[in-house]
Structure formats: C-alpha cells, structure tokens
Nanobody, 124 residues
Framework: QVQLVESGGGLVQAGGSLRLSCAAS????????MAWFRQAPGKEREFVAYISKTGSSTFYDDSVKGRFTISRDNAKNTAYLKMNSLKPEDTAVYYC?????????????????WGQGTQVTVSS
C-alpha cells in the first residue's frame, strides 16, 4: 500500500502561483509513476500532469502546458505541482495519484493509489 497526502492548496488571485505537494509513505516511492488530477464541481476528474519514476519524463494536459510544472524528489518521497499564471478555470480539488506500471496514461482508473485531495480556488 502507498499512502498519499496532498498539501499546499488555498485561495489565490488570478495570475498568482501555488505549489502543491504530495507526500508518499508505505512503499518505495521511486517504484511509482506519479500524476496529478483535478476535479471541479459538477465535472469529471481530469488529468493534469504525469511524471515518470525517475523524473526524466513529464507530460501535461494542454490546458496547463507552459503554466504548471510537475516534479518529484525521490529522496523526500514527495511529488510537486508548481502552478503559475493561475486562472479561475483552474479552480478544483487537486489529487495526486500513483501507479507501479511505467507507462504514460491519463485515465484515472489505471492509477492504484490516491490522496484525499487539496482545494485550489482562483478568484478573478
């Protein structure tokens, strides 16, 4: 089992920045690829970003490309999502997720472990 705990969410004005953290425990963190998803009220959960086990490969949804950066520190068992130039449409609960299979996937159902989520609210 892998336990994931997100932090760093909050209220920010449009154009501002936040950095989300996802602390992992339970098993060897570097054995899992990590991803961030988000879910806005009344909408389905959607893929945001992905990072490989070593951090050498990253992928982003087009809606956040150039504004968000996913990273990880395997020594600290933590993944991050740095969010710049935030927009009101980025408002959502953000979740980190992990899976052991090393392939790039955006479907939420293939991820084995999930955090509880952290709220990000961007005011206009």
């Amino acid at each position: 089992q892998v336990q994931l705990v997100e932090s760093g969410g909050g209220l920010v004005q449009a154009g501002g920045s936040l950095r989300l953290s996802c602390a992992a425990s339970g098993r060897t963190f570097s054995n899992y690829v990590m991803a961030w998803f988000r879910q806005a009220p009344g909408k389905e959960r959607e893929f945001v970003a992905y990072i490989s086990k070593t951090g050498s490969s990253t992928f982003y949804d087009d809606s956040v490309k150039g504004r968000f950066t996913i990273s990880r520190d395997n020594a600290k068992n933590t993944a991050y999502l740095k969010m710049n130039s935030l927009k009101p449409e980025d408002t959502a609960v953000y979740y980190c997720a992990a899976k052991g299979v090393s392939d790039y996937r955006i479907a939420s159902y293939v991820y084995d472990y999930w955090g509880q989520g952290t709220q990000v609210t961007v005011s206009s």
